[in-house]
Every structure is written in structure tokens, then in C-alpha cells.
């Protein structure tokens, strides 16, 4: 999806995502009394949704002989990109259309537990054949996504294995930086199987020391995991990559001009996966992280994005050619994890240098400053029972998996207060994990002070330490969970709850 804003805004973008919009099929009482207030100022405000998003089965030709079927937004994939404005509430019909219910995650966005879209917090679902209408008011500006949040466990159809991941981007009063036109890119894995012991991208964050007390706990239970008899815990590996849902070389490439500044708003789709990009002859001057606008717009030669993370930056087109913009594992790339970049009046095979190697280093993007004391600091502890659970890992939080069963929150906060995570990894993965309703601050990464980051995804590195800071300002149940599809349905999540 390349998109030249100026003439989508002269299309009218707005009008071309709202044709869906139908009179309503069931109307729901007003949520709250901010719904009741915008229903009685403007009874049609409830007659037409503003966004239809359809949830069926559906093709993806991710090549002309490369096609599969999964589940989708509105038949597409990605889901439409939605175009929000930050605090003007928007009403959004989602029909279901499949067999089985559904939840339609707004991440990144702090919206109340009757639309957030997780079952766990207490979202009611979207009945198969059934729809939902709701109402939110967006926020915060910048780039956002909603995708499907359910927990697939073994059956890889479903959840994010699917199709179902759509891009929002929340219109911010003021842009972050000067560019000329925007792309977005979803990053998105397809056919995923099953198996022993994964191929893990390891080398990613920049901080590798380790913390001997953690590193000692999950070596010794791994070693003891194997003395039992027990092979490694499955993990997910995948057929086919695409971008926009296009394997490389398979659809439109990127069409620039020499000297334009092109803004990125890349997303990682995908249920499991850490990715890179990079674009030889190129590098990215990041703006945001997780759409939210940095205390330092840093320059780096690549990018590399946990499951779920976001990243816009800026790339000056200086370098004429004809260039693959793709994924550093040459097996991945290989499959399709990228797409072609193409200069006017240039021609000939697409380009693939690959870059030096680099680590991501969150904190070159934040002050070097410790953030004040939180109220309160919660200590969590992340570890792997490896192949507990016939063959899945199980990943505990303190100790517990979470269970569906028993959903008891693990966490009570108090409005208003300001609390630190400090999280500690005894298991060599590195952990996208994410805080629902919430965005926090980064204030230490592998013993290093820093502020200003604002994020709701944040990759912990194997046996590393993290902390980030929050603001209980959004009361009810909220999730937090490795963003690894596979960690987050065996174990890995927990409840926080405050009036
Ligand atoms: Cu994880």
C-alpha cells in the first residue's frame, strides 16, 4: 500500500473507508454517558458507523502462484488503514462473519475495557455471524494498529496467525518532522508449522550483558529439562513473508524520486517474529517508536522491530537505483520479506547489499536522565518451563501462568499513581511485551538510565532487566503480555485492575 497522501486526501480518503458504512444492523444501548451525551446531541450519530470492518475468510495472492486463504479485514490485507483524528470519537461496526468469535484489539490506544478487545480484561466478543458496534475516542496521535486477540495455543489458523491485522493512524496535531509523502508497510509472516527449537533472531538489542542470577536459573532448568528426556518446546517457523502482503518482487515496488524524504511507518504483524529492515545506500532517521514522537530523532542504517512494535522514520532518497528494502536473514527475505524500491528512470534487477550488522539500542533515542520514583515498583519475573505443556512451553509470570480459568488479577494499582515494572528475564528469548490501555516510559534498559521513550511494546533481551514507568489513568482490567503469540497462549500474561 503505497500511499501519496495528497492525492488519497483529494480522493477522499475519508469517504473511500466509510463507503462500507451501512444503517446499523443491531443498535447497542450507549456504553457510557459520553455515548448517551453523543446520542442525544446528534441522533443520527448513531445511524451510520463511520468504519466498517468485516471479519471473514478470505484470499491473500501474496504472488501470482503464491495464494492463501486466511482470515481478513474487509477481504484485504492488510485490514484498511484507518485514518482517526485524535479526540474526535468515532463509531465502528465490526461484523464477524466466521464461525468462531472474535476480539478486535485497538493497540496502542487508551480506550476503555468495553472496547479494548481482549476477553481477559472483559471485552464482550463479536459473536460468530454476529457484529458489534462501538465508539471510542482516539488517542494518542500517531501510528496504531488493531489486530485480531484471541489465544490460538496450538491451532496456527487462528489468532494472528491469521490475516487479521489492520494499520490506524491517529492524526496528531502537530507531524514529527518534515517529509513529503508517507508509506506504510505491514511486516507479515504466512503458513506457519510447528517445530522443535527455533531459529530465534538472538543478535538483536545492543545491551548483551547478562545477569548471572538470571542466566544461572534458566540455564539450570533447561538443563534439567533436557536430563528428563524432554526435546526443546515447539516454536513456530513460516512458509512465506510479505510486506503489505506481497512476497518480494511481487508486487508494485515503491516508486521515489531522487531527493524526496519519505516517511516509513512500518509495522511488525506478526504473531511471533522479530524483524529487520534495512534499504542499502540508506539509512533511517527514526521519528517515532510505537507512534510516539522522541525526545532524539537518531539516524540508524537499520531497523529491527519486536512482534507488534512500530517504527516511523524518515529515509532521504540519495542514492538512485533500483534496491530491495528487506529483512537481513537472507532465508526470510528469500520467502518474500520485502519489497522493492525503485528511483524514476531507473531500471534493472533490485539490489540487496547487506548492511553491517547492528544491535538496536532503545536508549540512543531517549535522554541520558533517570526518571523520577514511581509511587510503587512491581517486581515481575519471566521463566520458561520448557516443553511442560504437551510439547508447548508453559511461561510464568512470579511463578504463575496465567490461566483463563482463573483470571484473578495479579496486579492492583490505584488511580492516579505512577507505577515502575521492573522486569527480569530468566529465559534466553528476547520478550516483546506490552501493556494494554497504557503507554509507559522506558526508564532503564541493561542497567542504563534513560526517559522519554514512550512505548507500549518493549523488547527485554535474554536474561536481561527492563524497567518502564506508567500512570494509572485508565481504570479497569488491563492486560499485560509477551506480545509472542506462542509465550502470551501458554502462560504468559497478567491482569492489573484499578477503580
Ligand atoms: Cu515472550
Request: aromatic content about 8%; some cysteine; hydrophobic content about 40%.
Amino acid at each position: 500500500m503505497t500511499i501519496d497522501r495528497r492525492s488519497l486526501l483529494s480522493l477522499g480518503l475519508a469517504g473511500a473507508l466509510a463507503g462500507a458504512a451501512r444503517p446499523a444492523e443491531a443498535q447497542l444501548p450507549p456504553t457510557s454517558p459520553e455515548d448517551a451525551v453523543a446520542a442525544q446531541a446528534d441522533p443520527n450519530h448513531r445511524a451510520r458507523a463511520d468504519h466498517t470492518i468485516r471479519i471473514a475468510t478470505g484470499l491473500v495472492e501474496l504472488a501470482s502462484d503464491h495464494i492463501v486463504s486466511t482470515k481478513l479485514y474487509n477481504g484485504e490485507f492488510p485490514g484498511p488503514l484507518l485514518r482517526l483524528k485524535e479526540g474526535e470519537r468515532v463509531v465502528i461496526d465490526i461484523h464477524n462473519d466466521t464461525d468462531t468469535p472474535e476480539q478486535l484489539h485497538w493497540h496502542g490506544q487508551a480506550v476503555p475495557v468495553d472496547v479494548d478487545g481482549a476477553a481477559e480484561e472483559g471485552t464482550p466478543y463479536i459473536p460468530a455471524h454476529g457484529m458489534r458496534r462501538i465508539s471510542f475516542t482516539p488517542g494518542p496521535a500517531g501510528l496504531r494498529f488493531y489486530h485480531t486477540h484471541l489465544t490460538p495455543g496450538s491451532d496456527l489458523c487462528n489468532g494472528q496467525y491469521s490475516g487479521q491485522v489492520g494499520t490506524v493512524y491517529i492524526e496528531p496535531k502537530r507531524e514529527a518532522g518534515r517529509y513529503d509523502r508517507e508509506i506504510f508497510l505491514v511486516l507479515k509472516e504466512f503458513q506457519p508449522t510447528l517445530s522443535r527449537g527455533g531459529d530465534m533472531a538472538s543478535d538483536v538489542l545492543a545491551n548483551t550483558a547478562r545477569i548471572k542470577s538470571l542466566e544461572e536459573a534458566g540455564e539450570s532448568a533447561m538443563r534439567a529439562s533436557m536430563a528428563s528426556g524432554k526435546p526443546h518446546g515447539y516454536e513456530v517457523g513460516y512458509e512465506a513473508f510479505s510486506i503489505n502482503g506481497r512476497m518480494l518482487g511481487h508486487g508494485e515496488p515503491i516508486r521515489v524520486k531522487q531527493g524526496e524524504r519519505v516517511l516509513f511507518h512500518v509495522v511488525n504483524g506478526s504473531a511471533t517474529e522479530i524483524r529487520s529492515l534495512a534499504l542499502p545506500g540508506h539509512r533511517f532517521g527514526v521519528v517515532a517508536l510505537d507512534g510516539n514522537p522522541l525526545p532524539n530523532t537518531a539516524e540508524v542504517p537499520l531497523l529491527w522491530l519486536g512482534t507488534a512494535e512500530r517504527v516511523s522514520a524518515i529515509v532521504e532518497m540519495k542514492n538512485p537505483g533500483v534496491w530491495v528494502m528487506g529483512d537481513l536473514a537472507d532465508d526470510d527475505r528469500g520467502k518474500g520479506m520485502g519489497i522493492v524500491v525503485e528511483y524514476a528512470g531507473r531500471t534493472g534487477k533490485p539490489k540487496w547489499i547487506k548492511p553491517m550488522h547492528y544491535r538496536w539500542d532503545y536508549t540512543i533515542f531517549g535522554r541520558q536522565d533517570t526518571a523520577a520514583n514511581p509511587d510503587e515498583t512491581f517486581e515481575m519475573t519471566f521463566a520458561k518451563n520448557n516443553a511442560a505443556l504437551d510439547g508447548f512451553n508453559e511461561w510464568t509470570i512470579n511463578g504463575a501462568a496465567f490461566s483463563m480459568e482463573r483470571m484473578v488479577p495479579m496486579f492492583r494499582l490505584q488511580r492516579g499513581k505512577r507505577y515502575r515494572l521492573r522486569m527480569r528475564n530468566a529465559s534466553d528469548d528476547i520478550h516483546p511485551v506490552h501493556l494494554h490501555r497504557h503507554s509507559f516510559e522506558l526508564t532503564r534498559i541493561g542497567g542504563k538510565a534513560t526517559s522519554g521513550i514512550i512505548k507500549d511494546v518493549v523488547m527485554l533481551g535474554g536474561y536481561q532487566e527492563l524497567e518502564v514507568d506508567f500512570a494509572a489513568n485508565n481504570p479497569g482490567r488491563s492486560l499485560f503480555h509477551c506480545h509472542q503469540q506462542l509465550h502470551m497462549d501458554f502462560g504468559f500474561m497478567a491482569l492489573f485492575d484499578y477503580g
